[in-house]
């Protein structure tokens, strides 16, 4: 056979290759997608243990939630002091400094607040979510909780996907709130633009429903993605170190990522022609 | 078949594999009420496949496997988990909730089963604590154990609700001498005191020896011997006598089987090596 001709060859197969590779990961992500469904709903489905024994969700709302108020704090004051900044500059060159205060709170409840906290929830909370549930399978505790006749979902997964998902749009509220604090002291203390000023701009031009109650909605949908990944992840996690540092890694670049994509969907919604 | 039969657990005839890779071919085995029979086999031969049969957790390709007269793979989930809390088992490494200390470990499946008062949970936990010589340790984490103390607090954890049958995988894998003294004997005492069945699946020949009724020999998914004691020690058989003894060589052989050796040698390796 003729050199040449061994080439074609050699490149239609690694063409069919590549096309197979492709489509073999195209399968997976949609099979994939479909078992978190079903894993949304079982986990729906004995959501009632939490109903009766609210002390278990209380010791994850411990976890996931409590513990992660230092960063969310320090990062919401350090992203509204940015923002008073970076906006202050900008509108001060249209002679419109004042309204810092509204650009500040408008920017942090309607995207910044739900987008930033959902993201860094996810690689506070969520990862460490994923790594205990994943090292619980590699250590046969979940296979030991089946044996006693005890439903892991019910007894590991709901009580830790329900703590999630009443945490994250508090500590989204938190977020803004020190957001807002932090514009305040850029704007006011620092920049001099008037208190009254600063915050009466920002009463008269926030929605309560619009704004406010479309950014808490937009948090609770982060919140229903964000710990479904990562109790999702850590459950089917391989049970072996690699595995689990895989889920977990998993966990914080799929809720990113769903976290933005599901805001641009959102936002069109809420926010379009307003 | 009375639910009073002889034997408490029998496996008639039963083939199960992991995809197209046959992990057991043909087993039969019986185990009868208050013995306490080993399971000994190499590693990778199917031994915990067995057990995880036995408790439901997988379900054979074909026969049956009768757990007090009832087919395990016919229970419904209801069914099912009505049997396992007759069920205790100790996983190989004992499985232990990382996040309870040994005191809730234990409790447990009580708290989860039953709404025992706490005074009486209390009086339950060090009794069974008592037993395996840990009543001192109630407070430690699982973290805080060694590891034969943690194979002894997954002990009590397996016979908190009084089981009819106690299964245990590797038991003995992992520890010192004196451990494994401890280990093994409380096995038997705890057998015989709680008048229950226990199943042990292992590859310590020695310790094994020491303190079962009944020895079934598993090698390649298939039972190649089974007697008392005193049968399998007397037995002539090469391959019951490689794996008594632990010689390197003889019917399993030593090496993974391979291309001849010149071949690999002086051949091209493209030929082999993938």
């Known amino acids: 056979m003729k050199p040449e001709m061994n080439r074609n060859k050699g490149a239609t197969r690694y063409g069919l290759m590549t096309l197979a590779a492709v489509g073999a990961r195209a399968t997976d992500i949609v099979s994939r997608a479909g078992l978190a469904g079903r894993f949304l709903v079982e986990t729906f489905y004995y959501s009632a243990l939490c109903l009766r024994r609210p002390g278990l969700v209380v010791k994850e709302i411990y976890f996931v939630g409590v513990l992660s108020l230092a960063i969310i704090v320090v990062s919401g004051l350090f992203v509204g002091m940015v923002l008073g900044l970076q906006m202050y500059d900008t509108l001060d060159r249209f002679g419109s400094g004042d309204v810092v205060g509204m650009v500040v709170a408008l920017s942090l409840v309607r995207e910044l607040g739900p987008v930033l906290t959902a993201i860094l929830f996810a690689s506070r909370a969520g990862s460490a979510v994923t790594a205990e549930i994943g090292l619980m399978r590699a250590t046969e505790q979940i296979s030991a909780m089946e044996m006693m006749a005890i439903q892991p979902i019910a007894r590991v997964i709901t009580p830790r996907f329900w703590a999630s998902v009443i945490s994250l749009p508090l500590l989204t509220s938190i977020f803004n709130v020190t957001g807002i604090l932090g514009g305040y002291l850029v704007a006011v203390n620092l920049l001099g633009v008037d208190a009254g000023t600063f915050w009466s701009e920002m009463q008269d031009s926030i929605d309560f429903r619009l704004d406010i109650m479309n950014g808490l909605i937009k948090s609770v949908i982060f919140a229903v993605a964000v710990s479904l990944v990562a109790v999702f992840e850590g459950y089917y996690a391989t049970a072996t170190a690699e595995g689990v540092s895989r889920a977990t890694t998993r966990t914080v670049v799929i809720s990113a990522l769903l976290v933005l994509g599901l805001d641009f969907v959102l936002t069109a919604f809420m926010f379009r022609g307003v | ?274």
């Open chain 2, 1 to 274: 078949m009375s639910a009073n039969s002889e034997n408490l657990v029998e496996i008639n005839g039963v083939d199960f594999g992991y995809e197209h890779n046959l992990v057991l071919g043909n087993i039969n085995l019986k185990v009868k009420r208050g013995q306490v029979v080993a399971i000994l086999g190499p590693s990778g031969c199917g031994k915990t496949t067995l057990l995880r049969l036995i408790g439901g957790q997988l379900k054979p390709d074909k026969g049956k496997v009768l757990v007090d007269s009832r087919s395990v793979a016919e229970l419904d989930r209801h069914e099912l988990y009505d049997l396992r809390r007759k069920m205790g088992m100790l996983f190989q490494f004992g499985a232990l909730f990382t996040d309870l200390s040994v005191f809730e470990n234990i409790a447990f499946q009580m708290r989860e089963h039953t709404d025992l008062p706490e005074a009486m949970i209390t009086n339950l936990v060090l009794m069974k604590l008592h037993a395996v010589g840990l009543r001192g340790a109630h407070d430690l984490m699982p973290s805080e154990l060694s590891g034969g103390m943690a194979r002894r607090v997954a002990l009590a954890r397996a016979i908190a609700l009084d089981p009819m049958l106690i299964m245990y995988d590797e038991p003995f894998a992992g520890l010192d001498p004196i451990s494994l003294g401890i280990v093994g004997k409380l096995i038997r005492t705890v057998n015989d005191a709680l008048g229950t069945t226990s199943i042990i699946v292992t590859h310590d020949v020695a310790t094994s020896l020491d303190i079962v009724d009944y020895v079934y020999l598993v090698s390649d998914g298939r039972v190649v011997a089974d007697g008392t004691v005193g049968e399998i020690r007397g037995t002539q058989d090469a391959f019951v006598q490689q794996f008594i003894r632990g010689e390197a060589d003889g019917p399993v052989a030593f090496h993974y089987p391979a291309e001849a050796y010149g071949d690999m040698v002086f051949g091209q390796p493209s030929d082999w090596h993938r």
